[in-house]
């Protein structure tokens, strides 16, 4: 933690030096070509000191979430006081979401935010450059088109939000479809709207036609954009493009996002039986969970994706048995379904964790 606070004092006199010089130029009264020369050197100048106080604000959280890790991991209930961490660390202790996004959040200084327009970046090439003729108001967004749709996951690493996605079409069709309105004449032509439960509030998020791109989500019946690549769009722009926003996080997040409703949580402490699992799909409650970040090894391992969130669309009561769906959509390499038992032994080396909605 020493160093941590090290790295933020760093960052705290660089922004102090940048705040005084920025006070000092913009106070000169001098005018003519070499004022506006020096202006201009100072604001790159500026930005590279900006751009450098944000890497060792992200090296000071790394930093203090991994002293956080080590101390949760000595501790019985796995978890720690942040304030021990001298604010570095937000909520009320350490969980799976903050261990994902800590290093996420990290590694953003060195990547590019994740939109279209490029066939090389995460989202491809505009979607609307690859297929002039499509026609964003042609989208089905109402409740019917939604239930009979299919999520059919492209090249983002967000299987956490999709799943969470299909696990609400599943349960709660119609609060997807209250959710998402669109934009213009004939309504979508311009775009959509969509509100998702982002920091502690519910946000209206702008979508345009143009922000859609070929490899991201589609419908896997018609390999057009759906209402769920607006939905997945939404998340992004909800976050600035952010990568660490995208690429990870836990099932309880994708369902807190959609929903607006807090999730129920478990890991491999202390899975649900499946029992629990039954009662929970019989209340119309959506259900995700996340397979081993490894390998899974137990029962259904080889069928299995690792580190990956799937829905759970049913059970069979017959062999004990829960269904999984993935998010790969039914025409991916993987098993569309999987069926494995959550009272097996072996249950908590092949499923990481669980989250179940309100």
């Given at each position: 933690m020493e160093l941590a606070r090290r790295f933020r004092g760093g960052d705290?006199?660089?922004?102090?030096?940048?705040?005084a010089l920025h006070a000092a130029?913009?106070?000169?009264?001098?005018?003519?070509?070499?004022?506006?020369?020096?202006r201009h050197r100072w604001e790159q100048c500026r930005r590279e000191m900006s751009l450098a106080g944000d890497h060792l604000s992200a090296t000071a959280e790394h930093l203090a979430l991994e002293a956080a890790q080590q101390d949760a991991a000595s501790d019985p209930a796995g978890r720690i006081d942040p304030a021990d961490y001298d604010g570095m660390l937000g909520g009320e202790f350490l969980d799976w979401?903050?261990?994902?996004n800590g290093g996420e959040r990290v590694s953003d200084l060195w990547r590019d935010r994740i939109e279209a327009g490029d066939a090389d970046s995460p989202l491809g090439e505009r979607y609307t450059d690859a297929h002039p003729t499509w026609d964003p108001a042609s989208m089905d967004i109402e409740q019917a088109g939604i239930e009979e749709s299919l999520v059919d996951q492209g090249s983002l690493g967000d299987c956490w939000y999709l799943a969470a996605l299909m696990a609400v079409q599943s349960?709660?069709?119609?609060?997807?479809?209250?959710?998402?309105?669109?934009?213009?004449?004939?309504?979508?032509?311009?775009?959509?709207?969509?509100?998702?439960?982002?920091?502690?509030?519910?946000?209206?998020?702008?979508?345009s036609p143009d922000d859609l791109g070929t490899k991201g989500t589609v419908d896997a019946r018609s390999g057009d954009p759906s209402w769920a690549t607006v939905f997945e769009m939404a998340m992004i722009n909800a976050h600035d493009g952010r990568p660490s926003a995208v690429w990870a996080d836990t099932p309880v997040a994708g369902l807190e996002m959609i929903t607006g409703e807090p999730a129920r949580e478990s890991d491999t402490l202390g899975q649900p039986s499946f029992e629990e699992y039954r009662q929970a799909i019989d209340q119309g409650r959506p259900v995700t969970v996340m397979t081993d970040p490894l390998l899974p090894i137990g029962p259904a391992g080889d069928q299995l994706v690792a580190a990956h969130v799937y829905q759970i669309s049913g059970y069979d009561e017959s062999t004990g048995e829960l269904i999984l769906?993935?998010?790969?959509?039914?025409?991916s390499a993987n098993p569309y379904e999987v069926r494995?038992?959550?009272?097996?032994?072996?249950?908590?080396?092949?499923?990481?964790?669980?989250?179940?909605?309100?």
């Amino acid at each position: 933690m020493e160093l941590a606070r090290r790295f933020r004092g760093g960052d705290e006199r660089l922004r102090g030096t940048t705040d005084a010089l920025h006070a000092a130029v913009t106070a000169v009264r001098w005018a003519g070509p070499d004022a506006e020369e020096l202006r201009h050197r100072w604001e790159q100048c500026r930005r590279e000191m900006s751009l450098a106080g944000d890497h060792l604000s992200a090296t000071a959280e790394h930093l203090a979430l991994e002293a956080a890790q080590q101390d949760a991991a000595s501790d019985p209930a796995g978890r720690i006081d942040p304030a021990d961490y001298d604010g570095m660390l937000g909520g009320e202790f350490l969980d799976w979401s903050d261990v994902i996004n800590g290093g996420e959040r990290v590694s953003d200084l060195w990547r590019d935010r994740i939109e279209a327009g490029d066939a090389d970046s995460p989202l491809g090439e505009r979607y609307t450059d690859a297929h002039p003729t499509w026609d964003p108001a042609s989208m089905d967004i109402e409740q019917a088109g939604i239930e009979e749709s299919l999520v059919d996951q492209g090249s983002l690493g967000d299987c956490w939000y999709l799943a969470a996605l299909m696990a609400v079409q599943s349960t709660d069709p119609g609060l997807l479809a209250e959710n998402i309105s669109g934009v213009g004449e004939p309504p979508g032509a311009d775009g959509w709207e969509v509100r998702l439960f982002v920091d502690g509030e519910w946000q209206d998020i702008a979508v345009s036609p143009d922000d859609l791109g070929t490899k991201g989500t589609v419908d896997a019946r018609s390999g057009d954009p759906s209402w769920a690549t607006v939905f997945e769009m939404a998340m992004i722009n909800a976050h600035d493009g952010r990568p660490s926003a995208v690429w990870a996080d836990t099932p309880v997040a994708g369902l807190e996002m959609i929903t607006g409703e807090p999730a129920r949580e478990s890991d491999t402490l202390g899975q649900p039986s499946f029992e629990e699992y039954r009662q929970a799909i019989d209340q119309g409650r959506p259900v995700t969970v996340m397979t081993d970040p490894l390998l899974p090894i137990g029962p259904a391992g080889d069928q299995l994706v690792a580190a990956h969130v799937y829905q759970i669309s049913g059970y069979d009561e017959s062999t004990g048995e829960l269904i999984l769906t993935n998010p790969h959509g039914p025409q991916s390499a993987n098993p569309y379904e999987v069926r494995i038992d959550p009272d097996h032994p072996a249950y908590a080396t092949s499923i990481f964790m669980t989250g179940i909605g309100e």
